[in-house]
């Protein structure tokens, strides 16, 4: 008698599991940004400009783009958390981006066409904080996988 086995997808690792869980929240401020209620000022919402009063909870000013942006982020992050080596990629990556986001954020000019994305001060500091986590956790979870020992 033969039994049909069902493949078992291997388990997923560490960086893996971040990577998922950081896409999986990009997604959901990406969609909650579309929210009228969850997002303040929301009739003020522009496409792209410094122009758009919209706030996440009242707090992080959003846009059309904005948006879009975290929904794009999300995706990659479900995406990219299929494979450790890709997963650690997304992580460190998109770490350095919003690195590079938040310093485009200190220095641009708030109330100026620069800002197009659009950020405020509480957006930058996210952005930081965002950054640094990230690549964190691509670093720390997969600094033992990198290591290859030689037992004799």
């Known amino acids: 008698m033969t039994t049909a086995h069902t493949p078992v997808s291997p388990a997923k690792s560490p960086v893996q599991k971040a990577a998922l869980l950081v896409g999986a929240v990009f997604l959901l401020v990406g969609v909650l940004g579309f ?19 919209a706030k996440l909870l009242g707090i ?12 794009l982020f999300g995706i990659a992050g479900v995406a990219m958390a299929r494979a450790a080596s890709t997963a650690r990629s997304y992580l460190l990556v998109g770490g350095a981006i919003y690195l590079v986001l938040w310093l485009y954020g200190l220095f641009i000019d708030h109330d100026s066409a620069a800002n197009f994305v659009p950020v405020n001060t509480a957006d930058n500091w996210l952005h930081f904080v965002l950054g640094l986590g990230m690549i964190a956790l691509g670093v720390l979870l997969t600094r033992n996988t990198h ?3 030689h037992t004799r």
């Open 35 to 53: 929210i009228p209620g969850v997002t303040t000022d929301y009739d003020t919402m522009k496409f792209a400009e410094h122009h758009s009063e």
């Open 60 to 71: 992080f000013q959003v846009s059309i783009l904005h948006n879009i942006v975290h929904l």
């Open 147 to 149: 290591r290859t020992t």
